[in-house]
């Protein structure tokens, strides 16, 4: 019976140890394999964004950095006391690192230290055995050469939040190193610009001890993406916009490529891809520059005067002859209410093109109301106000072109007279943003419905021609042309390159309400205000005037018109002279940042010192550590804030009832132009 029950027990473990070694032999050798090599994943290398030349910029520099998994940290203390030994961290950097694995998502990468030299990352990587939970790794980081002269064009990558691996489970998501687009286009080129993941195998002691390195599967870098845009452009019109809030774009009248989208202040890309800082975060959230938001396509602005060429070719195409006269004696009455013009004394009588030059409000007062707002809305929208461009960019905000139906929808209010009189000065419901103001620009310029592109994939180059007489296009670019260089309000945009003409139109867009009490004592100049409450300056126009080739559109948020070299009219001339002769805008550009600060690298260094040294500065340690909770920009609360006031106080402005008091009784739309 003994002997039987041996027998038994014996077959039993043979035919265990059978299923072990046969059925099961696949399993358990996976699971050896497994053991005995470790196998991770290698971020891929980004895509370039380079602009149309081929210049880069977004490129990746070669980067050795040490991460902390916080799910594999073991003796936390210890682990970190060896770091600060290995890596040299000063203090300052451990409170910091402390600080962000108190606030990390458990299985989210923890920076320790970036841009390494080898000696002290080889030194990391030997003591691996000894840092459970520390990963250094050799790859690429995200560069932008240019910085905040190109951040809202780019946006910035970042490391991947919960909420994104929690919809994935994409184990790249929690790979150190990895970095995917956070705003920008690199968001919404993320699929083009990301890549493959490598795979990294690596032969290992049971104590997890380096053996030897095998066989990798190298990454895929992502495709490249080839934009419109002019790098050096790009850089010299975020420089040139110096110390001023607000936004510059360029575009090609011949294709609607768009050669420069520049939107400032704004904020570094290289910092938020490394991981924002608490101070650096609550600094730009606090600004009333708010160096967040994407002005280009955020920002929504009463356009002021700029929009009258395109009310002039509003009433030419309604039959209104050019010739047809209106005498501005400095106000217009208008039933019980007084409409003034900003020039009090008046201008005479004008005709249309005088008129433009001249910006005359009275003028257009009295066509617009004789008219009816009706004739001019559908040509704003199809200039380009109003309308929605197919761009990469998630960010889009399309401002209003009112009519009397919008107003009933909107409002349940019909329309009345006043309405007309201030959407005829671009004040009132009227909101654009400042791509729209250069499309119109552009779309004057051409005479064709030009689409703005800034991927150089989708340049269309068969706009059709816009439904206006090409003598009625004439009239209007003679009148831009005398803005500039006819004695017109703009005569500070005239260039200096001979044979080149710049032709536009400037603008100025009130935002508070001026009282009755305050004209009868003299309105108080924008130079004497708040930031907040200075008219918004505008400039849109092309150039050569003879034969368009580039439009431009600047805007200056609370500009004011208050300094002459960092007005919209210089600025666009310098702008331009740089697509002419580019020798002879730097040396206006370098001239003007010895008066402003230097340039914007110094001045942002500045800004941040002083922030830092007043007293309302977090500690270094809070300031220092990194801000997990940081949204993209362009839909940070203070955006959304700023976006908000802006609209709310264009319509408290639009619907004010009481007479003398409203924005075109006001008539200050180009009340403080040179």
């Not at 902390?68 to 003796?75: A, K, Q, T």
């Not at 007489?469 to 500039?484: C, F, R, S």
């Given at each position: 019976m003994l002997g039987a029950a041996q027998g038994v027990f014996g077959?039993?473990?043979?035919?265990?140890?059978?299923?072990?070694?046969?059925?099961?032999?696949?399993?358990?050798?996976?699971?050896?394999?497994?053991?005995?090599?470790n196998m991770t994943l290698v971020p891929p290398r980004r895509g370039w964004i380079v602009d149309r030349h081929g210049a880069p910029i977004a490129n990746n520099r070669?980067?050795?950095?040490?991460?902390?998994?916080?799910?594999?940290?073991?003796?936390?203390?210890?682990?970190?006391?060896?770091?600060?030994?290995?890596?040299?961290?000063?203090?300052?950097?451990?409170?910091?690192?402390?600080?962000?694995?108190?606030?990390?998502?458990?299985?989210?990468?923890?920076?320790v230290a970036e841009n390494l030299d080898w000696e002290r990352f080889a030194a990391v990587s030997v003591r691996l055995p000894e840092l459970p939970g520390v990963a250094p790794t050799r790859g690429f980081s995200r560069s932008y050469p240019a910085g905040a002269a190109v951040a809202h064009l780019t946006g910035y990558v970042g490391a991947a939040s919960a909420e994104q691996y929690k919809q994935t489970h994409d184990q790249l998501m929690v790979t150190p190193g990895f970095k995917l687009g956070k705003d920008g286009l690199e968001k919404t080129l993320e699929k083009?610009?990301?890549?493959?993941?490598?795979?990294?195998?690596?032969?290992?002691?049971?104590?997890?001890?380096?053996?030897?390195?095998?066989?990798t599967r190298p990454d895929q870098p992502g495709a490249n993406a080839r934009l419109t845009i002019d790098a050096g452009l790009q850089d010299y019109a975020a420089r040139r916009l110096g110390t001023q809030s607000g936004s510059v774009v360029v575009i090609d009248c011949l294709t609607g490529e768009m050669l420069a989208m520049v939107s400032m202040p704004a904020y570094d890309p290289n910092n938020f891809s490394d991981g924002i800082s608490h101070l650096e975060w609550k600094m730009l959230s606090e600004n009333d520059h708010v160096p967040l938001m994407n002005k280009v396509l955020q920002g929504l602005y009463p356009p002021g005067s700029t929009v009258k060429p395109m009310n002039g070719m509003a009433l030419l195409g309604a039959g209104v002859p050019a010739s047809d006269r209106v005498v501005c004696s400095g106000a217009l009455r208008v039933g019980t209410g007084i409409f003034h013009c900003h020039k009090k004394s008046g201008h005479g009588a004008l005709d249309l093109k005088n008129a433009i030059m001249q910006s005359c409000d009275i003028y257009f007062y009295e066509m617009v109301r004789r008219l009816g707002y009706d004739h001019v809305a559908p040509v704003a929208r199809t200039l380009g106000l109003g309308q929605k461009f197919v761009l990469p960019f998630n960010s889009q905000r399309y401002g209003t072109v009112p009519d009397p139906a919008w107003k009933l929808r909107r409002y349940k209010q019909p329309w009345t007279v006043a309405d007309s009189l201030n959407a005829s000065i671009g004040q009132g419901y009227v909101l654009s943003n400042p791509l729209q103001l250069a499309v119109m620009a552009s779309r004057l310029a051409s005479g064709r419905a030009l689409q703005p592109t800034i991927l150089a994939a989708d340049v269309r180059h068969?706009?059709?021609?816009?439904?206006?007489?090409?003598?009625?296009?004439?009239?209007?670019?003679?009148?831009?042309?005398?803005?500039?260089?006819?004695?017109g309000t703009g005569g500070a945009a005239r260039m200096l390159i001979p044979g080149v003409a710049l032709a536009g139109k400037t603008g100025t867009a009130q935002v508070r309400r001026i009282t009755m009490a305050e004209r009868a004592g003299g309105v108080l100049k924008n130079g004497s205000l708040p930031f907040k409450m200075r008219d918004h300056a505008l400039f849109q126009g092309f150039a050569p005037h003879d034969k368009p080739r580039y439009a431009i559109a600047v805007v200056l948020e609370h500009g004011g018109h208050t300094v002459r070299n960092l007005d919209t009219p210089a600025i666009a001339r310098d702008v331009m002279t740089y697509l002419f002769d580019r020798d002879r805008a730097m040396a206006s550009l370098l001239e003007g940042e010895k008066t402003w600060g230097g340039d914007i690298r110094t001045r942002m260094a500045a800004e941040t010192a002083a922030y830092r040294a007043a007293a309302s500065a977090p500690p270094i340690a809070v300031g220092a550590q990194t801000e997990f909770n940081a949204s993209a920009p362009t839909d940070a609360p203070a955006v959304r804030a700023a976006a908000d006031a802006d609209v709310a106080t264009a319509e408290e402005l639009a619907n004010t009832a009481a007479h003398g008091n409203t924005v075109a009784e006001d008539g200050t739309t180009e009340r403080d132009a040179p």
């Open positions: 077959l039993a473990l043979a035919g265990r140890m059978t299923w072990l070694a046969v059925v099961e032999n696949e399993q358990y050798t996976l699971k050896s394999e497994s053991n005995r090599v070669t980067d050795f950095r040490v991460d902390i998994i916080p799910d594999r940290l073991e003796n936390k203390d210890h682990v970190l006391a060896l770091l600060r030994d290995l890596l040299k961290l000063p203090p300052e950097e451990m409170d910091r690192l402390v600080a962000d694995l108190e606030h990390a998502a458990g299985f989210q990468p923890v920076q083009q610009l990301r890549g493959v993941a490598g795979q990294k195998r690596v032969e290992v002691t049971a104590r997890g001890k380096l053996v030897a390195e095998l066989a068969d706009a059709p021609p816009l439904p206006f007489a090409p003598d009625h296009l004439q009239t209007v670019h003679e009148a831009m042309w005398g803005v500039v260089n006819g004695g």
